[in-house]
């Protein structure tokens, strides 16, 4: 069997329902429209699942509006930068509760087995799951960095070591940061890499 980090191959499951691929191509611009490379994607053809049946709920980790007018009250008032980051690939990272089966690569088929199917280990983009897998990946990542997780906003965590804070707001696949100490800063972008 071919294995890899995201996928094995397996024989069709006659009990589970196997969902389709495809490639998405796209050109990266510079400012003046120049093509500088090109991008290609697998993705689901998440529009095929069906609630129940494939997943039981979707979801996407959303922060409130007064979470992030809070957050950026605080950090002017303690006088602390704030900082983005986009997690450029936070919905490969999810580790999948559900049994979840994909087709065989178009153009990648084995043609000794071809009715052998992926079985996934890890989300892919279009999966209705990834949003949510990828969200408890980060918060069990946070919980075990000693974070504690705000009561009123589950997207607001806060990191205390005697006087100083670092405040982090998740929202889907970008996280807003600041801290009361610069190294604080240096240490979760280390961390978060």
């Not at 605080?74 to 979840?100: I, P, R, W």
């Not at 084995?110 to 969200?135: E, F, N, R």
């Not at 806060?158 to 405040?167: Q, R, T, W, Y």
Request: hydrophobic content about 40%.
């Amino acid at each position: 069997m071919k294995k890899n980090n995201t996928w094995e191959l397996v024989p069709r499951p006659a009990d589970n329902n196997v969902i389709g691929t495809k490639w998405v191509f796209k050109n990266k611009m510079n400012e003046q429209g120049q093509i500088v490379g090109n991008k290609s994607r697998l993705v689901f053809k998440g529009y095929t699942q069906v609630e129940g049946q494939f997943f039981d709920e979707t979801f996407a980790s959303i922060a409130r509006m007064e979470a992030i007018r809070m957050f950026l009250a605080y950090a002017y008032h303690k006088n602390f930068k704030v900082y983005q980051m986009d997690v450029k690939s936070t919905f490969l990272n999810g580790h999948l509760e559900e049994e979840v089966y994909m087709e065989q690569l178009e153009g990648f088929s084995l043609t000794d087995i071809p009715d052998y199917v992926g079985k996934l280990k890890k989300a892919l983009y279009g999966l209705k799951q990834a949003p949510k897998a990828s969200y408890y990946r980060l918060d069990k990542c946070l919980h075990e960095q000693v974070f504690k997780k705000n009561t009123v906003d589950n997207n607001l965590y806060v990191k205390s070591e005697g006087n100083d804070l670092l405040i982090v707001l998740v929202y889907v696949d970008d996280i807003i940061f600041g801290s009361t100490n610069d190294s604080s800063i240096l240490w979760f972008t280390n961390t978060m890499q």
